[in-house]
T-cell receptor, first 113, second 113 residues
Framework: SQTIHQWPATLVQPVGSPLSLECTVE??????LYWYRQAAGRGLQLLFY??????ISSEVPQNLSASRPQDRQFILSSKKLLLSDSGFYLC????????????FGSGTQLSVL | AQKVTQAQTEISVVEKEDVTLDCVYE???????LFWYKQPPSGELVFLIR??????QNEISGRYSWNFQKSTSSFNFTITASQVVDSAVYFC??????????FGQGTRLTINP
């Protein structure tokens, strides 16, 4: 079965510091990968998605960027964090058939202070 | 453009009551997929159901049932005889092909004993 490993589970960072969240996939090849953010008390916002190595689509203009250096690796980054970047970040994957359910990582709670 | 609207931000009911969570979607595609996910306090997203746009049959799984109506672009979720363990945030989502999955804002459901 497919699994997404996401770390760390919690992260506290000062404003202006860089960020790197990593997500790796096991159990499948060539998945579509997604980064979502959930602000406190709010819904899931799609940030980026990737259909393959080096292919990144950005959904909202912001302080973040994403990269996919390997098929099963998806990285969310920032050069300088803002207070508004705080939230719960979820990595998700979708099998290449496109018909299966999205499978999620366990999430990273990011607090920018 | 794709959009999912969950107009009910929060719902609170007493245990054993039936409750329906509304979901209305917008898409210009003829082929698409609809999903419901549950997010318990732990934060992970739990897949509940997937429905494709060509299958309008309603589905029942235990105390859960889903009503898909293309004529009104709705995909509502009903919990019968609710239980305290049903308390969570529930998300409706829409996906076109193998591309991005768009979530609604979520409905926080609280079941009181």
């Amino acid at each position: 079965s497919q699994t997404i490993h996401q770390w760390p589970a919690t992260l506290v960072q000062p404003v202006g510091s860089p960020l790197s969240l990593e997500c790796t996939v096991e159990g499948t090849s060539n998945p579509n990968l997604y980064w979502y953010r959930q602000a406190a008390g709010r819904g899931l916002q799609l940030l980026f998605y990737s259909v393959g190595i080096g292919q990144i689509s950005s959904e909202v203009p912001q302080n973040l960027s994403a990269s996919r250096p390997q098929d099963r690796q998806f990285i969310l980054s920032s050069k300088k964090l803002l207070l508004s970047d705080s939230g719960f970040y979820l990595c998700a994957g979708l099998l290449p058939t496109g018909n299966e359910k999205l499978f999620f990582g366990s999430g990273t709670q990011l607090s920018v202070l | 453009a794709q959009k999912v609207t969950q107009a009910q931000t929060e719902i609170s009911v007493v245990e054993k009551e039936d409750v329906t969570l509304d979901c209305v979607y917008e898409t210009r595609d003829t082929t698409y997929y609809l999903f419901w996910y549950k997010q318990p306090p732990s934060g992970e997203l739990v897949f509940l159901i997937r429905r494709n746009s060509f299958d309008e049959q309603n589905e029942i799984s235990g105390r859960y049932s889903w009503n898909f109506q293309k004529s009104t672009s709705s995909f509502n979720f009903t919990i019968t005889a609710s239980q305290v363990v049903d308390s969570a945030v529930y998300f409706c989502a829409l996906r076109r092909g193998a591309q991005k999955l768009v979530f609604g804002q979520g409905t926080r459901l609280t079941i009181n004993p």
